[in-house]
């Protein structure tokens, strides 16, 4: 016998579990029948992929007992078993990556928090909250040896040999006092049907019954075992799928949506996909879960396969069952299978067309889609080209007009001779819609989409054109000839403010790639823009996040408003000794209003004073 320590976020894990959750606790069961299912699954991927397992004869089953006199409830399977190693690695430490992520998103709301157990694959430990003691009596197929794992949930756990015929895992519940209710045969049950009705096993419950007048037990299976990605979709009621999407996923919230097919033809496979209502709590990890498993005649293959949906359809869950593939196909080999290609293109092409539909027929149910996952759709923009044109149409955007807006409705709605669609981006929302950039959009009444996620910089590049209608920055230096409405009298204004232009010019040359007039300004005295071939300041930014520090420095140009009174005042008197200083807050405000850092925030300072000085 061996004694162990918990690892510290386990000892958390309890502490919340038994003192946060216990308002719904019955998803104990639930979380412990996944496990089995689990393991059945994995001896059966064995049994057809590794010559070793290939004679073993495998007849799925999960059993749950109760003893009523001694307050157990027991919960045993035949899949895969676990040996010593297991047992450490499986119940005395969370090895997934993300557990202090995890922790940290408890917010001591019940129905919120059992949701993230499922996801997070810790559920085994929920148990404690109906048991003072548990152990678990398991033996690994193709080993002789059986352990048995033992824990009061006191931040310490036992390790001993055992002894058990068959492969799989018997899980012993010793139920606290007052949890009688889970000894209850309608009690398991309905908590079964309510969460396990679909798992592809059968699960039998031992029942006694009274026959010639004596007492008899036997197991009766209790859930349907049905795969219900298999199921014609008008055999299938709503709640149904609810159910079998929380069995699933562990979300103990309603799916937002869901999408199932069953394709028959050149190629014949399943799918079932959920929209979750809720964010898995890796969404914006590089190290995320993926959430779509992969069966083969129904035989599971794979959970954790990346390349079953494409990174921005992260947040999927749900099946893909094929009929096609070959039952002992390996998963390193998947990635270049066509037929699997095929699926998981169709696949995709599915998923965005029901969400157009979606945002066609129910748009606040859109939005609340939108408001969970649409950072992480506009990432298609840019890695999926094929189906670039259907996400465009799925994109929505906030403007100096509107709250929400799609790329239709602002074409639609484009003023007369309006020769493109225009966007501004950075971070802050507020300080976009008073950037000078837009000063004389504002004044032409020419609505503006405002992006200010930070996958934006980096998608919006990559949209040239949208329904043949240029895309285009009010960042870059080509708008300005857009702004132009009377050519002569631009011609003039060169001319009469030519001197301080050259003066400007020779002063900011080491910051500044040129010094030009503006039309796009109507207040402001100046404004940062950048060549329409380099990156703006918000991509600089996103590509510096993405680990590209070393990037050459990007020269801006520096536009100045030929109308605003400071611009007038110079060009009249382009002598002034304070023009280097003048000409340097000209620069560094524009950058500041643009959100940019000032190289030297305390010459910026000395100089402000200094013009201070002489005017007061």
Known sequence: MSKHKFDTEINQLLDLMIHSLYSNKEIFLRELISNASDAIDKLKFLTISDEKFKDLSLEPRIEIEVDKDKKKLIVRDNGIGMNEEDLKEHLGTIAKSGTKSFLSQLSGDAKKDSSLIGQFGVGFYSAFMVAKKIEVISKKAGEDKAYKWVSSGN????????????????VILHLKDGEEEFLDDWTIERIVKKYSNHIPFPIYLLKEEEKDGKKEKKFEQINKASALWRL??????DEEYIDFYKQLTGDSNDPLHWIHTNAEGTL??????????????????????????????????????????????????????SEDLPLNVSREILQQNTILTKIKKSSVKKILNELKKIKEKDFDKYLKFWKLFGKVLKEGVYTDFEN?????????????????????????????????????????????????????????????LILDDEVDSLIMPMVTEYDKTPVKSVSTSDIDEEQKEDKEKDKEKEEEFSKILVKLKEILKDEVKDVKLSSRLKESPSCIVFDKNDPDFAMQEMLKQMGQTNLPKVKPILEINPDNEIIKKLSQNDSLSELNDIAHILYDQARLIEGMKLEDSSEFVKRINKILTKTI
């Not at 310490?156 to 895992?169: N, R, V």
């Not at 709590?281 to 129904?298: E, I, S």
């Not at 790329?407 to 802050?428: C, N, V, W």
């Open 268 to 321: 014949e496979y399943s799918t079932l996909f959920y929209i979750p209502s809720v964010a898995p709590f890796d969404l914006f990890r590089v190290d995320y879960q993926p959430g779509v498993k992969l069966y083969v005649k129904r035989v599971f293959i794979t959970d954790d396969d990346k390349e079953l949906m494409p990174t921005y359809l992260r947040f999927v869950r749900g099946i893909i069952d």
């Open 232 to 237: 014609n979709k008008n055999e299938i009621t």
């Open 155 to 170: 931040g310490e756990y036992e390790i001993k040999e055992a002894k058990k015929k068959t492969q799989g895992t018997e």
């Open 388 to 448: 670039r044109d259907l996400l465009l149409d799925l994109l929505l955007f906030k403007s100096t007009k509107r709250d929400t807006v799609s790329l239709k409705e602002y074409k639609e709605a484009m003023k007369e001779g309006q020769k493109s669609i225009y966007y501004i981006t950075g971070e802050d929302e507020k300080m976009l819609k008073n950037s000078p950039l837009i000063e004389s959009f504002k004044a032409k009444d020419i609505e503006v």
